[in-house]
């Protein structure tokens, strides 16, 4: 079992930048893929980027390409989603994920373990 806890969410200006942190704790070392999803209000959930640790592989939705960058620490115990040039359009409920089987990817259903959310909101 993996216990998720992200940090960072805030209020920011169109075009400023925002580092989300998730710490994970418990079967820390059984992980192969971790994420950042998100929500905002009236849509559904959607994959931002994900990452196999293990290997450094990244994956990123094509609206985020070239201005969020995902990273983890390598014991697995943190993962970071850096955003930069933040549109109004990114304001939503920032999840991070985390699971024990490979393929990683941006499925939802790819992933098991989740935290509550952290809210960034860009005007």
């Known amino acids: 079992h993996v216990q998720l806890v992200e940090s960072g969410g805030g209020s920011v200006q169109a075009g400023g930048s925002l580092r989300l942190s998730c710490a994970a704790s418990g079967d820390i070392g059984s992980i192969k893929c971790m994420a950042w999803f998100r929500q905002a209000p009236g849509k559904e959930r959607e994959g931002v980027a994900s990452?196999?640790?293990?290997?450094?592989?990244?994956d990123y939705a094509d609206p985020v390409k070239g201005r969020f960058t995902i990273s983890s620490d390598d014991a697995k115990e943190t993962v970071y989603l850096q955003m930069n040039s933040l549109e109004t359009e990114d304001t939503a409920r920032y999840y991070c994920?985390?699971?024990?089987?490979?393929?990683?990817?941006?499925?939802?259903?790819?992933?098991?373990?989740w935290g509550q959310g952290t809210q960034v909101t860009v005007s």
């Open positions: 994920a985390a699971d024990f089987r490979v393929p990683c990817g941006l499925r939802r259903d790819a992933y098991n373990y």
């Open positions: 990452i196999r640790p293990a290997t450094g592989h990244t």
